[in-house]
């Protein structure tokens, strides 16, 4: 990317956002993370405290962003959080806590982002799915239902918003190595990496590197993309 941008990163006090969020700021980026508890990441990240399940908090948090940095132009829409159980366990909150984080709160902060891109003419919105949401993943079915839903989400906010230089694009990774996959067994993890042609988890930072040619210049024309970024896991799908 040669112009510097203003980017937010939700979700981008660990893991994949953190990763991308310093690669962000190390092309020289002015960049915003959000996360519940955000702690203090980096100097050159400006960290604030949003629970995307709030519409209120989303608002104030771009509120902050924009005053500190300048409107949003880049959006990786990244937090996420799993309660996985099985179908016949799973209760009506850990369905709809999964949804309400993953793809509403991914439309609310996508939703405010584009108030400022319209009038902008140039955007681009990331969303960070899985590879499971076009794959399915037993005892996933919340999870799995919200990163779909990401796909359907950015794909028409791709064809509403594709006249005015905005673009939406989808990241599906595999098995990252962050908190989420640490919360598996060892048998969980070596089951799944044996399914992997590439026989091994993700780095953070493979994610982030695709995540930043979609910021780019270079991206300008794809749109509506699903990327996968999963060691084959997927493919096909
Ligand atoms: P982590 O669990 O390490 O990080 C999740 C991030 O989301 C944290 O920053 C967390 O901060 C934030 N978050 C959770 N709930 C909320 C909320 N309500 N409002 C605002 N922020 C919230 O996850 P990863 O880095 O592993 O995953 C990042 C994304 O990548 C997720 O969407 C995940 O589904 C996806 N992904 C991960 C894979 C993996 O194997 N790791 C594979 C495929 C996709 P806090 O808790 O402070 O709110």
Not at 54 to 71: F, K, T
Not at 112 to 135: E, N
Request: charged share 20%; net charge negative; glycine share 10%.
């Amino acid at each position: 990317m040669t112009q510097t941008r203003t980017v937010l990163v939700t979700g981008g006090n660990r893991g994949i956002g953190l990763a991308t969020a310093k690669r962000f700021a190390d092309q020289g980026h002015r960049v915003a993370i959000t996360a519940r508890d955000p702690g203090d990441v980096d100097s050159r990240i400006l960290a604030i405290p949003c629970d995307q399940t709030d519409a209120d908090a989303v608002d104030r948090a771009y509120q902050a962003i924009e005053s500190e940095l300048g409107n949003v132009e880049v959006l990786v829409a990244n937090a996420g959080i799993t309660k996985d159980q099985l179908l016949l366990r799973m209760s009506d909150d850990d369905f709809s806590t999964v949804i309400d984080t993953n793809l509403k709160g991914s439309y609310r902060v996508a939703q405010r982002a584009t108030r400022t891109m319209l009038r902008a003419r140039w955007g681009r919105l990331i969303f960070v799915s899985s590879v499971v949401g076009l794959l399915g993943s037993a005892g996933q079915a919340n999870y799995a239902a919200s990163k779909a839903g990401l796909v359907g989400l950015a794909r028409s906010m791709a064809r509403e918003l594709g006249s005015r230089n905005i673009t939406a694009n989808i990241v599906s990774p595999g098995p990252v190595a962050t908190e989420m996959l640490d919360a598996l067994t060892e048998d969980q993890r070596s089951a799944i990496t044996e399914q992997v042609p590439l026989k091994r988890v993700a780095e953070p930072q493979e994610i982030a590197e695709t995540i930043l040619f979609l910021a780019s210049e270079g991206a300008g024309y794809i749109t509506g993309a699903v990327i996968p970024i999963d060691g084959g896991l997927g493919m096909g799908h």
